[in-house]
């Protein structure tokens, strides 16, 4: 019986001892590295009926989603609690913030010293596969310096009259009635519209599916588009574009 008992008992603690030197090490390292950095706390930490996994901030960041006002909530945040507070997302702590040099310091200043979240590249990954949205480190400035061109002042100056006419199904989208409508799908169709022109010379018209597609060079269907993209280009090559 005392043989079991330490048989279990054991690996239970080299894991908890693991966990703890893990924890440890991770707190040294960033204490290490908010000093040599002059970082400062953020100004005020959300206060948690649950310490231990913030599941009651978990879960209402979910209600507020599935109710559609993720960005209401989000905004009603950080009226709340300022522009930068920390939290956590089960057994993450979080950092939230609006601040313009808290960003332009994450996006472009020290841009090296920060990751994506594991969150993120196991989400994105499957979808997407290895590219601009899903790594750090070299491969994204590979992918970053392949689509750099498409972004150029000159090529920009090229596509807003293509733009133009995707807000103007956008517009006519909208109903006349009064009635109320959900912006946040008109908007994710007008950035897919755009965006398939964008980067393909094509795009998919979710905004006016009973029309036909018109590109630069000729006219096709939507469905011609299709079938050429998967016959030469193949499934992967948005993933390779994005790589």
């Given at each position: 019986?005392?043989a079991?008992l330490?048989?279990v ?5 080299l894991?908890v ?12 390292s ?6 040599e ?30 109710q ?23 057994t ?7 601040e ?16 994506l979240?594991?969150?993120r590249?196991d ?8 590219g ?6 070299n ?16 090529n ?9 006419s ?10 006349r ?9 008109l908007f ?5 519209d ?14 006016c ?6 590109s630069?060079a ?17 499934f992967?090559t ?6």
């Amino acid at each position: 019986m005392l043989a079991n008992l330490e048989f279990v008992v054991f690996p239970f603690a080299l894991l908890v001892s693991y966990i703890l030197f893990n924890r440890r090490k991770l707190y040294l390292s960033r204490r290490i590295f908010a000093k040599e950095n002059s970082c400062k706390e953020p100004r005020c930490r959300v206060p948690l009926k649950d310490p231990l996994f913030g599941s009651d901030f978990v879960l209402k960041t979910i209600q507020n989603a599935k109710q559609f006002r993720y960005l209401e909530g989000t905004h009603e945040r950080f009226q709340q609690y300022g522009s930068t507070f920390t939290a956590k997302h089960m057994t993450y702590p979080t950092i939230h913030t609006i601040e313009p040099a808290n960003i332009k310091h994450v996006l472009a200043t020290r841009f090296e010293d920060f990751k994506l979240s594991t969150f993120r590249v196991d989400a994105l990954t499957p979808l997407f596969g290895k590219g601009i949205f899903s790594t750090d480190g070299n491969l994204w400035s590979h992918s970053r310096a392949l689509l750099r061109p498409s972004f150029a002042r000159h090529n920009m100056a090229d596509h807003l009259p293509l733009m133009e006419s995707h807000f103007e199904h956008f517009i006519k989208a909208i109903p006349r009635d009064g009635s109320t409508v959900d912006l946040q799908k008109l908007f994710f169709s007008f950035t897919t519209d755009t965006a398939t022109e964008f980067l393909f010379g094509h795009s998919v018209h979710t905004l006016c599916d009973k029309e036909k597609s018109t590109s630069i060079a000729t006219e096709v269907s939507d469905s011609e588009f299709v079938d050429v993209y998967k016959r030469y280009v193949g499934f992967r090559t948005f993933s390779l574009l994005l790589m």
